[in-house]
């Protein structure tokens, strides 16, 4: 592991992070309940891909707001999180298009969205970047879930289920880039103002993230005919019971308390080492600065 000058330990210096330059779905639109056939199961994972280009736009700049001075490991992971991020936001516009393609109004989603971010960006930098941490944290964990355990996408559109597993190879892949940027920016603050503005952080990001994502998948299943218990009865059944997956990440997401918190503490790369053979055609050499930027 890599340990900063304040003793705080952080990204493994053997792991590299690697862009997959990969288009999915664009010859073949996928069904309108494309898991399964379960329209529960799929407006959870829609309303989630809805929030993905203006979120991953915003981690963007909150981390790169703080690559100034940067130590050249870090300068290199900020650079490959930065192409990554530009990658997912351009699939996830992609995938939404045929999301609206098949007649949902996402418009109440994507204005939820950039109503808590215009919340976010008239807070100091310092503070959007600790809200991208504890975002990071989240996306990791779900992630992890997924590549874990393959019931999750069990029965989804092949192109689609390749989507989401190409995004969680390379979310667990620089799940710690924002926390060693956090480090290195708070590298003159006392570590107990550190862990209270971090902590302070999760609870507001968790209460946000929680409550718009439910009212997303409540619209969406909506425009479904899908309301009232039959809704909040089935997400409730889906997210916490069977799979389950916001249950399962409950525990990792207590660990983001400890004030020895660091993403690498769980090593996860046998999951990346698992999925990413579909993908290695894809990966990006050091040479190549820049994705394609076509959202087409």
């Not at 862009?19 to 494309?34: E, L, M, N, Y």
């Not at 902590?199 to 969406?220: C, Q, Y």
Request: proline share 5%.
């Amino acid at each position: 592991m890599s340990v900063s000058n304040e003793g705080v330990l952080m990204t493994p210096t053997d792991l590299t992070i690697t862009p997959r330059d990969r288009r999915f779905g664009r010859d073949r639109r996928a069904q309108r309940h494309w898991l399964n056939g379960d329209p529960i199961a799929t407006a959870f994972f829609n309303a989630l891909s809805i929030t993905f280009p203006r979120g991953e736009a915003f981690f963007i700049e909150s981390v790169r707001a703080f690559r100034d001075g940067a130590p050249g490991q870090l300068a290199r992971e900020i650079a490959a999180f930065t192409r990554q991020e530009v990658a997912h936001s351009r699939e996830h516009v992609a995938f939404n298009r045929q999301v609206t393609d098949h007649g949902y109004d996402v418009s109440r989603l994507d204005a939820d969205v950039t109503m808590v971010l215009e919340l976010a960006r008239q807070r100091p930098p310092i503070i959007s970047l600790a809200a991208t941490m504890a975002l990071e944290h989240f996306t990791a964990i779900l992630a992890h879930q997924l590549l874990r355990d393959s019931r999750y996408l069990d029965g989804a559109n092949p192109e689609v289920a390749a989507l989401w597993r190409w995004h969680a190879v390379e979310e667990i892949e620089h799940k710690g880039v924002a926390h060693d940027t956090w480090v290195h920016a708070t590298r003159d603050w006392p570590r107990f103002r550190r862990w209270w503005v971090r902590s302070m952080m999760m609870l507001v990001v968790t209460r946000h993230f929680v409550h718009h994502r439910a009212r997303g998948m409540m619209d969406l299943l909506r425009q479904d005919g899908v309301t009232g218990s039959a809704a909040w009865g089935g997400l409730l059944r889906y997210a916490l019971l069977r799979p389950g997956i916001l249950r399962r990440v409950a525990l990792p997401w207590l660990g983001y308390f400890r004030p020895n918190f660091y993403p690498w503490a769980v090593d996860d790369r046998d999951l990346i080492a698992s999925a990413d053979t579909p993908y290695a055609a894809a990966r990006m050499d050091d040479r190549k600065d820049k994705l394609s930027p076509s959202m087409a």
